[in-house]
């Protein structure tokens, strides 16, 4: 078992470690295209060297967008303005400052962070077009300073060069090494070598940031903020972190600009260049690694070269009063791009490349039962499950006289409640009684506006919701909460608290222990897949498996946490009734090995069969409760719920 364990553990590492090199290699093979022709210096390639330089800035700052509209999905259309930032400042300092270059520039990317992490700060609660308008009044406002402000016609030559000197940026010198633009004939172009380096560079940082636990958050975050908050994952500061390192990308790229043009030009920076790299996002594939390059390419080419011009020629051919610019074409392929390929070129290969692992019919789950869920052993479970006892006391959680109200409705009304280690807490009650909502109370959803919530003997009812599940408290939701679109075994990964504690740093570096972390992670992850019967269904896409496999899946996720406390929220809505029975089977493996459960049902079979202790509530405050055949016989329960069910034969 542990040989095979190993070599799992090996391959996965391997495959990891093999696709990074592939990356590589192709970057270096990039480079090896770019650094002889600019080393040659040789005039007719000037043109196409600025274009590679150009490309490099556009396609680094849509990286950078990429992080906030591809994963976090929030459409920002200021990032032209951090490139035009990360142009000025660097220029501004390059020329004015005493400072080293490499120090100038890093002031220049520091800057631009601090300002996207304050706009982060003042946007936090925005969403959609909101957000999307303030960025663009960011970008205009960026945009007017860079017209009026007559100290930065220096570095422009504008709006007259005679006026303010050469109006051309020094080329930056490092290590004794000057980094010529392309601008003459006959001059070795380094910069744009050191560009390439760069950005060969920022891109596998990006790349391994996705592709991580970090990563997973962000795409927690666009897909539901309050899923990623019960991942563990601290929303505020996460968006506050991905905003900053967005703008600082996209300062790199007006840096990289800056030093491919060597002189700066207000108009450059106008709201069409923040256009151009939400179009270059979007045509590429948003939330796809390579999409934004791929994307920054075609813009590139389109814009820079004189692919274009029989376009125009066939529009002035028809009317020649009218002209269709290079603008007014790319803006109608933005257009043309969000109607015909949503997902971008990277995106729509991708889904024609996995359309094959969609049909969630082709995994047998052995079962004869009409269940659809498999069963798990005990083997299995003994594998997975070691829940931390930590020598506490006897009682895991106790609410204590919890009241919380909606305006004029109270919907929980002074509840305790106590949930002994190693124990099924049930808490049943007819709909509307209180019970979700102390479930959210428990998980810091809602604060309470009395009484108090203790986990280990620590108060924790002024916890925000992420604090709370690192603290060992996981759940499930009444309606399925997954990431449809990503793959069954992503949906686990991002159970592991490593999506809501992993540090950009960390997951832009990727040490050589993160291989290691990743392979055990997937490991695990398979192995809570078999528990909750869904072992060979890792690579399936997660929205296309039905209900009860959904409900499963989400255990699969809540338990990846390492949890104490598991609270499910009707997990057995949905589910014929030998799928009930297997979920039942699973709950009580898991309290079995010390997990402590808060389960909210109305199937009282599953009731039944697996609660230690259940609590009946009516109308906010708790009506019974007691051993489940005690609570199921006392008469206020029968006609407060149970009695209008029997009468309703269901
Ligand atoms: N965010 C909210 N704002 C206003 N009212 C709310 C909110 N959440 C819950 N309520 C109200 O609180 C009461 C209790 O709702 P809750 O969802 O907790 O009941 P429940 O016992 O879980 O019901 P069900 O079994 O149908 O899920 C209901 O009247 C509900 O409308």
């Not at 996720?557 to 104490?564: C, D, I, Q, Y």
Request: glycine residues 12%.
């Amino acid at each position: 078992m542990n040989a095979l364990i190993h070599r799992l553990r090996t391959q996965a590492r391997a495959a990891e470690a093999r696709t990074d090199l592939v990356v590589a290699i192709v970057a270096l093979a990039l480079a090896a295209l770019v650094v002889p022709t600019a080393l040659r210096g040789e005039g007719p390639t000037l043109a196409n060297l600025q274009i590679v330089g150009y490309f490099g800035a556009i396609a680094i700052a849509a990286m950078g967008l990429n992080l906030l509209v591809g994963y976090v999905r929030l459409v920002s259309l200021g990032q032209g303005a951090f490139f035009a930032v990360g142009a000025y400042a660097s220029a501004w300092l390059l020329v004015d400052g005493d400072l080293s270059p490499l120090l100038a520039i890093l002031v220049a990317l520091v800057a631009a962070g601090a300002i996207g992490a304050v706009l982060a700060v003042c946007s936090m609660r925005l969403r959609g077009p909101a957000f999307a308008m303030i960025t663009l009044v960011v970008a205009i406002l960026v945009e007017q300073i860079l017209v009026e402000w007559r100290p930065l016609g220096r570095l422009s030559g504008y709006p007259n060069a005679l006026d303010h000197g050469s109006g051309l940026i020094d080329p930056v010198e490092i290590f004794g090494l000057t980094l010529e633009p392309p601008l003459f004939a006959g001059t070795a172009v380094t910069v744009v070598i050191a560009i390439v380096f760069v950005a060969a560079i920022v891109f596998l940082g990006y790349r391994n940031a996705v592709g991580s636990a970090w990563g997973r958050s962000l795409r927690a975050i666009g897909t539901s903020e309050h899923l990623a908050a019960h991942l563990g994952v601290n929303v505020f500061s996460r968006k506050v972190v991905v905003m900053a390192v967005a703008s600082v990308y996209g300062a790199l790229g007006g840096v990289f600009y800056a030093q491919v043009m060597a002189h700066l030009q207000p108009e450059t920076f106008d709201i069409f260049l923040s256009i151009t790299i939400v179009l270059a996002v979007i045509l590429g594939g948003g939330g796809t690694v390579v999409g934004p390059v791929i994307g920054a390419a075609v813009i590139v080419i389109l814009q820079q070269t004189n692919v274009l011009v029989p376009v125009v020629d066939a529009q002035r051919s028809i009317s020649d009063s009218w002209y269709l610019s290079t603008p007014g074409l790319i803006g109608l392929l933005l257009v043309l791009t969000l109607a015909f390929l949503p997902h971008g070129i990277v995106g729509s290969l991708v889904r024609l490349t996995h359309r094959g692992t969609e049909e969630p019919s082709e995994v047998e789950t052995g079962a004869d039962d009409g269940s659809e869920l498999a069963r798990s052993s005990d083997a299995v479970a003994d594998a997975v499950l070691s829940v931390p006892t930590d020598g506490g006391g006897e009682n895991l959680l106790e609410v204590r006289g919890a009241v919380r109200r909606f305006g004029g409705l109270t919907a929980v009304g002074g509840v305790d409640l106590t949930v002994r280690r190693g124990t099924v807490h049930a808490l049943i009650g007819p709909n509307g009684a209180g019970k979700t909502t102390l479930a959210n109370l428990v998980t810091g959803v809602y604060a309470v506006n009395e009484g108090e919530l203790v986990l280990e003997g620590q108060r924790i009812d002024r916890w925000p919701t992420h604090r709370i599940v690192r603290g060992g408290v996981a759940r499930t939701f009444q309606t399925p909460l997954i990431f449809a679109e990503e793959s069954v075994e992503e949906n686990v990964l991002a159970g592991f608290l490593d999506t809501g504690t992993m540090p950009f740093w960390r997951a832009w570096l990727k040490l050589p222990g993160q291989y290691r972390r990743n392979a055990e992670m997937r490991e695990r992850a398979e192995q809570l897949l078999e528990l909750v019967g869904l072992a060979g269904h890792g690579h399936l896409e997660a929205g296309n498996l039905s209900y009860g496999k959904q409900r499963a899946l989400e255990i699969a996720r809540a338990l990846a946490s390492g949890p104490k406390l598991l609270i499910l929220d009707e997990p057995a809505a949905g589910l014929n009734t030998s799928e009930t029975s297997v979920l039942g089977e699973l709950l009580i493996r898991l309290r079995d090995r010390g997990l402590s459960l808060i389960l909210v049902e109305h199937h009282m079979d599953l009731v039944t069969q697996v609660s230690d202790e259940v609590t009946c509530m009516n109308t906010g405050v708790v009506l019974a409760h007691g051993s489940t055949a005690e609570v199921l016989a006392d008469p206020a329960v029968v006609e407060a719920y149970l009695g209008v069910a029997v009468e309703e034969g269901s």
